[in-house]
């Protein structure tokens, strides 16, 4: 079951794809350790055992015959419980949603659907992607497997859980200000934010429109990539997607990061606001791997970090606001104390404050661009800060302020988390890797380089 348990996308699908494994075993395996472990690690709020059987057993019956749908086939996910899949509640671990059941899938649930892979249920998130981690809700928070009972970073939190404690090999997540990257963060796994409209967001309950991203958390970088390749793509009924060529994601990850150009956004950790010493330590070790492999690394300088952080800040609580003020003028009960006081917050910005906000993205946007026209890649801290005890109220709001990746949500450029080592004391330390707008490609081959180089994605917490 360890074996299984732990087993990468890539692995899978070969053995899957060679007769070697069941996908009717293999989901059953991960639904009998989901079964196991969730009621001490909370990720599922929701398992969906007849419809992820169901699955497996066609995608047995379609390999067997020779249907190979691609690296996806057979593969158990789990959706962040904000993302739409027919049928299902889509509740935003909020009462006030409890019996949203959906109409139709996301995009990017259809896309998964059509891949093969095979549907295992819900993952916490925090209420509306924006109030936790919170006690006062219909479901308990998700816990990091990492130190026992600690925050697991959010929003996408149990979508980082139940990668780490190896309950599915793939999940989906939504970052508006930091929420895929900083669970991967906390829970040394790896999770893509990518471009601004690469991967479509109908059918995922927004939080911030002008913010809001839908991407691949995995183990590792590859599987990343893989996962990726299923979710990216034009959607013309989403106000925000791009169309772009998509690329062969993973076809560059084995050519290493000689000659690549990478500029360390030092003064982000160590100046703007400065880092837990064992992860500025990490981070510039990473700095020293990427160089001994061949990249050129120097450090950039962007703009202070609080000016990324004012903008973020406006704009999501404006955004969320309006898309919360009809509830919360009729049912503010029926929120947690964190989502209704953070939202409200929005109440009391000014039009011309929204607008200043938006002006001062364009300016950063244009700044933080013309930073990148001489690298290829930058590399800064995602966490300032190891995670802490999930029911420390004030280290949690602590660690949400102290981070370096609103910056790419403003700018929308790719933006990828990864594990950069770990503390005296056995907790994740991190790395954040940007690439230039479209760039997920040369943010995978770096990522995969280092990867290569360090194998930390390869340790797993502890008793799990």
Same mark, same amino acid.
């Not at 015959?65 to 899949?85: E, M, S, T, Y």
């Not at 011309?352 to 990148?372: E, W």
């Given at each position: ?223 990343? !990539?893989?996962?990726? &390749?299923? *979710? %990216?793509?034009?959607?013309? #009924?989403?106000?925000?997607? $791009?169309?772009?060529? +998509?690329? @062969? ?72 606001? !309006?898309?919360?003020? &009809?509830? *919360? %003028?009729?049912?503010?009960? #029926?929120?947690?104390?964190? $989502?209704?006081?953070? +939202?409200? @917050? ?119």
């Amino acid at each position: 079951m360890s074996d299984l348990a732990f087993l990468s996308i890539t692995e899978a699908s070969r053995r899957m794809r060679t007769g070697k494994l069941s996908p009717i075993s293999y989901t059953e395996a991960l639904l009998d350790r989901i079964q196991r472990l969730n009621e001490r690690f909370h990720a599922f709020i929701r398992t969906t055992p007849d419809l992820a059987m169901a699955a497996a057993r066609q995608a047995e019956r379609e390999i067997g015959a020779g249907n190979w749908r691609g690296p996806l086939h057979g593969v158990p996910f789990a959706l962040k419980d904000i993302i739409d899949w027919s049928g299902l509640p889509t509740t935003a671990h909020s009462k006030l949603l409890a019996d949203n059941i959906a109409a139709s899938d996301a995009v990017v649930s259809g896309r998964l659907k059509a891949a093969g892979a095979i549907m295992m249920g819900k993952l916490a998130t925090h209420e509306f992607a924006i109030g936790g981690p919170s006690f006062d809700l219909p479901w308990p928070p998700a816990v990091n497997p990492w130190g026992g009972k600690h925050f697991p970073g959010g929003s996408s939190s149990g979508s980082g859980v139940a990668l780490a404690a190896g309950l599915i090999p793939a999940a989906l997540g939504t970052d508006t200000g930091g929420s895929v990257r900083n669970p991967a963060s906390m829970c040394a796994i790896v999770g893509m934010k990518p471009t601004y409209g690469l991967v479509s967001r109908r059918g995922v309950f927004p939080l911030a429109n002008s913010l809001d991203h839908v991407g691949p958390m995995t183990r590792n970088v590859r599987d990343n !990539a893989l996962l990726l &390749q299923v *979710l %990216a793509g034009h959607d013309g #009924d989403d106000p925000g997607s $791009a169309e772009v060529p +998509i690329p @062969d994601y993973a076809a560059g990850l084995e050519e290493g990061v000689k000659g690549v150009r990478i500029g360390l956004v030092r003064h982000f950790y160590a100046d703007d606001c400065h880092a837990h010493p064992e992860q500025i330590a990490a981070l510039d070790q990473a700095a020293e791997v990427l160089r001994s492999l061949g990249a050129g690394v120097e450090e950039v300088r962007l703009a202070p970090l609080d000016e990324y952080a004012t903008a973020t800040r406006i704009i999501i609580r404006c955004e969320a606001f !309006a898309i919360h003020r &009809q509830w *919360l %003028a009729t049912r503010p009960e #029926d929120y947690g104390d964190l $989502a209704r006081q953070r +939202i409200l @917050d929005g109440a009391v910005v000014s039009a011309a404050d929204y607008i200043d906000a938006l002006r001062l993205r364009a300016r950063l946007t244009r700044q933080t661009l013309a930073a990148f026209a001489d690298i290829d890649v930058a590399l800064t801290a995602s966490n300032m800060d190891p995670t802490c005890p999930i029911d420390d109220a004030e280290a949690c709001a602590r660690l949400y302020a102290r981070q370096a990746r609103q910056p790419f949500n403003i700018t929308g450029q790719p933006a990828l988390a990864m594990p950069a080592g770990f503390t005296q004391d056995g907790l994740p330390l991190s790395l954040q890797l940007i690439g230039q707008p479209f760039g997920e490609a040369m943010v995978y081959r770096v990522a995969a380089a280092y990867e290569r180089a360090t194998a930390w994605t390869e340790r797993h917490p502890p008793g799990v």
